[in-house]
Nanobody
Framework: QVQLVESGGGLVQAGGSLRLSCAAS????????MGWFRQTPGKEREFVAA????????YYADSVLGRFTISVDNAKNTVYLQMNSLKPEDTAVYYC??????????????????WGQGTQVTVSS
């Protein structure tokens, strides 16, 4: 059974950085794609970043392009989201997700089969 556990969220001032981690277990993820999404109260969950576990192209929402970086550490079975130059509008619960149709990488919530519980990121102005 796939299990995804996010960590690394917290409170940071605007302009600061955070690194989110997603520890993945229960499967061999070489045929999976991994994504990060975020959600604020009253809004739909939105795409942030995605990539195939095995590497290759990375995909980002326009709102985070150039500030956020998604990466995979095979040895640690962990997906990261490095977030720099954070803005108050980045405040949200961030979710890690997995989809088993790599090398195709989707960027919509409906395509992802497995989700973590989320970690809160709050950026103060």
């Amino acid at each position: 059974q796939v299990q995804l556990v996010e960590s690394g969220g917290g409170l940071v001032q605007a302009g600061g950085s955070l690194r989110l981690s997603c520890a993945a277990s229960g499967r061999t993820f070489s045929s999976y794609s991994m994504g990060w999404f975020r959600q604020t109260p009253g809004k739909e969950r939105e795409f942030v970043a995605a990539m195939a576990w095995s590497g290759g192209n990375t995909y980002y929402a326009d709102s985070v392009l150039g500030r956020f970086t998604i990466s995979v550490d095979n040895a640690k079975n962990t997906v990261y989201l490095q977030m720099n130059s954070l803005k108050p509008e980045d405040t949200a619960v961030y979710y890690c997700a997995a989809d088993q149709r790599a090398p195709v990488v989707f960027t919509t919530t409906a395509q992802f089969d497995y989700w973590g519980q989320g970690t809160q990121v709050t950026v103060s102005s």
